[in-house]
């Protein structure tokens, strides 16, 4: 067979592969419409690696690569095009699964928002064809998308970061919101850092964006510290901020330092949003130390990217959305001596905020296999408390739970530390003579329950935002 009748049999194929192209095309828009109307991601990894790995199967051992390479690239062609399609607006990043913000943007009601998680070669296409009116921008392409930006604001200039871009005419403008959006945590909090020693964890876009706002706001000393960094010539700072990741979800508790090191510092903000306490800010909240999470600067650095978008104000705003972001993610947990009453409120309170309920005891008892008073007569206590403990950290890490706790947890720091961090306090103060005794292995006369309740009040009061009291 001649070459030109071999090139006329592919020229035949590649007729018939554009067909099935567009086709294709057209069907993957019908299905991320779909999604988008019953809040699906647009990204479903199973189902792709299912494919590819029929495909290549199929391809047999000598065309499989190839196979895998041209079905991974139409994969990522159709969800740009699905992407481009869904909104013209939305935020732009890697791992996007426990995102707000898109439940920050539609709060305003002007515009839909969709988040889109892109590899990299799907967000050089996205950025490449231009086809959206604003996005914000964050890990891992806030310098990435510097090149495709045509001006940078002086804030994003002097920053070397965007989390913002925008239609100017014909003009696509790089913005970075996060430095409107830290200013506002300032202002929330009270904290200053006008003439103050300000020490920075981190070197990163977050650390940069921080170190901006500190100069401009007239600090008379800045450290930005990475990992390793010899903190013990920084005992005089008097103001310590987090600008990394560091006991971000799902790693929660991570720390970098201990506050005690640090006997001059008066305030402490930590740019992490989830959870809504980090350990650094827990200990600065006991310390009696100003601190500021992040969840502030989210929202305001959204209400100015909004701002840009459509040129409207919003940061009027900022306080409704914010208080009413945090309650829908905050859990409701109760605390208080067993037989208080706590299982019984929680389940009313999570039915009526159809909420998820937890029961620290049950779940224990669910996992062990038998009724709490049969661990404890088994095991013992400390399994008991061990197995408590696993129990509350995992359900500390998540949101808008109500949570009723075991009368002793609050015996353990950690496991108040992991209820904290994303939850509001409730201590039931009941008396003693009104409490429930049945199946309570270590409450069982009433000689006992005082001895216990007088232990265990100063760590209940420590520990509850909120008292409860109930009278005789």
Do not use: W
Request: with cysteine.
């Amino acid at each position: 067979m001649k070459l030109e009748e071999l090139r006329r049999e592919i020229d035949a194929i590649d007729d018939e592969l554009i067909e099935l192209f567009v086709k294709r095309m057209n069907i993957s828009l019908k299905v991320a419409e779909y999604k988008k109307e019953n809040d699906l991601p647009v990204l479903n990894s199973e189902r792709e690696n299912d494919i590819l790995l029929m495909v290549t199967e199929k391809a047999g051992s000598r065309l499989a690569p190839y196979a895998g390479d041209f079905f991974s690239n139409i994969f990522s062609i159709s969800r740009s095009y699905q992407n481009s399609h869904l909104s013209k607006y939305g935020l732009v990043g890697g791992n996007l699964s426990y995102s707000y913000s898109k439940t920050i943007h539609e709060a305003l009601g002007d515009y839909p928002y969709e988040l889109y998680s892109l590899g990299p070669a799907e967000f050089e296409a996205l950025m490449r064809s231009r086809d959206f009116v604003g996005l914000n921008i964050t890990a891992p392409y806030k310098k990435a998308v510097i090149p495709y930006c045509d001006e940078l604001t002086d804030t994003a200039a002097e920053i070397g970061a965007v989390n913002t871009v925008y239609k100017k005419g014909d003009k696509l403008i790089g913005a970075n919101t996060d430095y409107d959006g830290f200013l506002y945590i300032l202002k929330r909090s009270g904290i200053s850092l006008k003439n103050k020693k300000i020490l920075i964890l981190g070197a990163g876009g977050a650390s940069l964006t921080v170190q901006k706002c500190a100069r401009d706001a007239g600090a008379s000393e800045i450290t930005a510290a990475v990992r390793g960094y010899d903190f013990s010539s920084e005992r005089g700072a008097e103001i310590i901020i987090n600008a990394t990741p560091v006991g971000t979800f799902p790693d929660n508790g991570g720390k970098l330092i201990d506050l005690a090191g640090f006997p001059k510092c008066e305030g402490v903000i930590d740019v992490v949003y989830n959870p809504l306490y980090t350990d650094l800010l827990l200990r600065a909240r006991e310390k009696g130390i100003a601190y500021s999470g992040g969840m502030p600067m989210l929202v305001a650095q959204a209400t100015a990217a909004a701002e840009l978008f459509t040129g409207k104000e919003y940061s009027h705003k900022n306080e409704e959305i914010l208080n009413r972001l945090t309650a829908s993610v905050q859990n409701i947990v109760f605390i208080g001596m067993p037989g208080a009453g706590k299982s019984t409120l929680g389940q009313r309170v999570a039915e009526a905020l159809n909420r998820t309920f937890i029961d620290t005891d049950l779940a224990v008892s669910e996992k062990a296999g038998m009724p709490v008073e049969g661990i404890f007569e088994k095991f013992g206590e400390k399994r008991f408390r061990d197995m408590e403990t696993e129990i509350i950290k995992e359900a500390g890490k998540k949101h808008a739970l109500v949570i009723a706790t075991g009368g002793g947890c609050v015996l353990r720091e950690e496991n108040m530390d992991a209820l904290r961090q994303n939850a509001i306090l409730f201590f039931l103060d009941i008396p003693v003579e009104l409490l429930d005794t049945k199946d309570r292995p270590l409450s069982k006369d009433l000689e006992t329950l005082k001895k216990m309740y007088k232990n265990r009040l100063p760590l209940y009061e420590k520990y509850g935002d909120y008292r409860i009291v109930k009278q005789k």
